[in-house]
């Protein structure tokens, strides 16, 4: 399976960007990139995706090397609300690649 | 509100016993998902169904199973309960049986084996 890393902890000030990282190395020509978050107490929340080109949302940015080994999760304007673990994911198209396997993500905090 | 509903959201029983999850996916979604989060293992799949039928096995023990009736609610039963089994489950649906699309999860049961 492909991997991912990430740094365990962050931390941000609240109305300020954040830039969450993620690896990706061993990425294959047919993986996609997808973040999830799971805030406080709830089950994991889809954030966004993308394979090549960058690809924004209401939620956040995703910054797509051009060599597709690591990513870039951008939150515009941090609130209390996106504290939470961010985790980075790699989904193929079939089989077991294509499951949604959970690493240990990154917390975020976000200061006042 | 992702739109998944699981019940109950807390259940704290003993070893050695049975309980029951349920989850009712979002309206028109043919899939469901369980997930068991831990501690020390974090977030891992255990079991996939599709229309009723089983489409994929993670993680699940021989104690566990599951099934999707025709109204596509879905129920994880965990028996012979041990310490280790405490943990939060969490179900998530989605509209297709491929995994190539959003999940959408519910808030999780919490479960407290003493």
């Known amino acids: 399976d492909a991997k991912t890393t990430q740094p365990n902890s962050m931390e941000s000030n609240e109305e300020e960007p954040v830039h969450l990282p993620c690896n990706h190395s061993t990425i294959s020509g047919t993986d996609y990139i997808h973040w999830y978050r799971q805030l406080p107490s709830q089950g994991p929340e889809y954030v966004i995706h993308g394979l090549t080109s960058n690809v924004n949302n209401r939620m956040a940015s995703l910054a797509i090397a051009e060599d597709r080994k690591s990513s870039t999760l951008i939150l515009h304007r941090a609130t209390l609300r996106d504290a939470a673990v961010y985790y980075c994911i790699l989904r193929g198209l079939t089989g077991a690649n294509s499951k949604l396997t959970f690493g240990k993500g990154i917390t975020l905090s976000v200061r006042p | 509100d992702s739109g998944v509903t699981q019940t109950p959201k ?105």
């Open chain 2, 10 to 114: 807390h259940l704290i029983t003993a070893t050695g016993q049975r309980v029951t999850l349920r989850c009712s996916p979002r309206s028109g979604d043919l899939s469901v998902y369980w997930y068991q989060q831990s501690l020390d293992q974090g977030l891992q799949f255990l079991i996939q169904y599709y229309n009723g039928e089983e489409r994929a096995k993670g993680n699940i023990l021989e104690r566990f199973s599951a099934q999707q009736f025709p109204d596509l609610h879905s129920e994880l039963n965990l028996s012979s309960l041990e310490l280790g089994d405490s943990a939060l489950y969490f179900c998530a649906s989605s509209p297709t049986g491929a995994w190539t699309g959003e999940l959408f999860f519910g808030e999780g049961s919490r479960l407290t084996v003493l």
